[in-house]
């Protein structure tokens, strides 16, 4: 599994923390910037993410901003894309588990470290459970 990820300059501070967590797991991590703390907009990385999860079907992203908001967003607007915005263990575990969710997205400001790794952890393990949610997934595609 791949996992691309991307930040804007108020996401840049933990995404390091996160790239550990994921090779950690295993996991092949590509950054896609930022990389550095000048301001950016968020749009730019999140399409960069959602434009490499879409291509690359057997990858996830996670995005990070302040809030998490600007980053599912903009990202939403691809095609084949599910970013959930994260707060905690149980938002990251049903995003996966009934919505087949491929990019996590949560905010920098808003979810501390000890949250974000409980996550990331039930993030990677947790399946789509399909049946009665894959006719509700598929109708999320217009």
């Given at each position: ?72 967003l ?10 959930a ?58």
């Amino acid at each position: 599994m791949k996992y691309y990820i991307g930040t804007d300059h108020a996401g840049i501070n933990i995404k390091p923390f996160v790239i550990e967590l994921l090779e950690k797991k295993g996991y092949e991590v590509e950054d896609l910037g930022c990389f550095s703390n000048e301001r950016v907009d968020y749009p730019d990385f999140a399409h960069k993410v959602a434009d490499a999860v879409s291509k690359d079907k057997d990858s996830k992203g996670i995005l990070i901003c302040g809030s998490g908001i600007g980053m599912s967003l903009a990202a939403n607007k691809h095609a084949g894309i599910r970013a959930a915005l994260c707060h905690d263990h149980y938002t990251a575990k049903m995003a996966r588990l009934h919505n087949d969710a491929n990019i996590l997205c949560f905010g920098e400001r808003i979810v501390a470290k000890g949250l974000i790794e409980e996550m990331i952890d039930v993030w990677c393990e947790t399946e789509f459970e399909g049946g009665r949610h894959t006719d509700r997934v598929a109708k999320i595609e217009l």
